[in-house]
């Protein structure tokens, strides 16, 4: 007597939808704060506390300098994307604003944030906090 066994595996495989990652979705006017990394590192916090790294890229030099930051969302949604622009300013300075595109936006984890503070000299310290390290609230 013989048993036929057929190996089902690829067949399952192929018949078994992979899970996709979560899309993210930050809104521009869903951004409730901002803070600085460095001239290529931008954090942002959404209005429902959610907190999210976008790596910039272009003209990004001084961006701790500047007070103001515009999101420019060139697509037809809502969220921001790769090639979305960031125009960062000083109001009332007669500088032009610098202006630099998103490269990239990742969920900004607790991992990341620890591994951000630890990292000497990659947060911007503000003289107030006498060299203590802030976590955005």
């Not at 991992?111 to 310290?125: C, P, S």
């Amino acid at each position: 007597m013989r048993i036929h066994v057929m190996i089902l595996v690829p067949a399952l495989l192929a018949s078994t939808p992979l899970m996709a990652a979560p899309k993210i979705c930050v809104q521009q006017d869903r951004i409730g704060d901002w803070a600085v990394l460095n001239d290529t590192k931008l954090i942002v916090v959404d209005k429902a506390g959610q907190k999210f790294r976008l790596s910039l890229t272009g003209a990004c030099r001084g961006l701790s300098l500047r007070t103001s930051l515009t999101f420019r969302v060139t697509g037809t949604g809502q969220c921001l994307a790769r090639s979305d622009g960031v125009v960062a300013s000083l109001p009332g300075y007669p500088e032009p604003p610098e202006r630099c595109l998103i490269a990239d936006i990742d969920e900004y984890t607790p991992a990341m944030e620890n591994a951000d503070q630890m990292a000497e000299g990659t947060l911007y310290h503000h003289p107030d906090t006498h060299g203590d390290i802030g976590a955005i609230q």
